[in-house]
Nanobody, 127 residues
């Protein structure tokens, strides 16, 4: 198993910035991808950003491209999501996830490709 713990959520006004962190426990699993998903009230979970282990091939949803940056610190076993120019529509619970299946590398991040999940951290952006 992999335990993931998110931190860094909070409330901010539109145009502001927040940084999320996700610390992972050590594991014997081969992790192919790390990702951030979010879920707004009444909406389906959305894959926001994904990175392949080693910091390769970052992927971003169109809704956050140019504003969010996903990165990885192997030494700290931590994945980050830097969010700038935040908008009210970015509001939601943000979940960190990791995948040990190769299919996580392909296309838009799908929740079904990720086996390990954090409990989530709330991000609220006010207008």
């Amino acid at each position: 198993q992999v335990q993931l713990v998110e931190s860094g959520g909070g409330s901010v006004q539109a145009g502001g910035s927040l940084s999320l962190s996700c610390e992972a426990s050590r594991t014997s699993y081969i992790i192919h991808c790390m990702a951030w998903f979010r879920q707004a009230p009444g909406k389906e979970r959305e894959g926001v950003a994904r990175i392949r282990n080693g910091g390769l091939e970052p992927f971003y949803a169109d809704s956050v491209k140019g504003r969010f940056t996903i990165s990885q610190n192997n030494a700290k076993n931590t994945v980050y999501l830097e969010m700038t120019d935040l908008k009210p529509e970015d509001t939601g619970v943000y979940y960190c996830a990791q995948s040990s299946t190769y299919s996580c590398r392909l296309g838009v991040p799908r929740g079904s490709d990720f086996q390990f999940w954090g409990r989530g951290t709330q991000v609220t952006v006010s207008s």
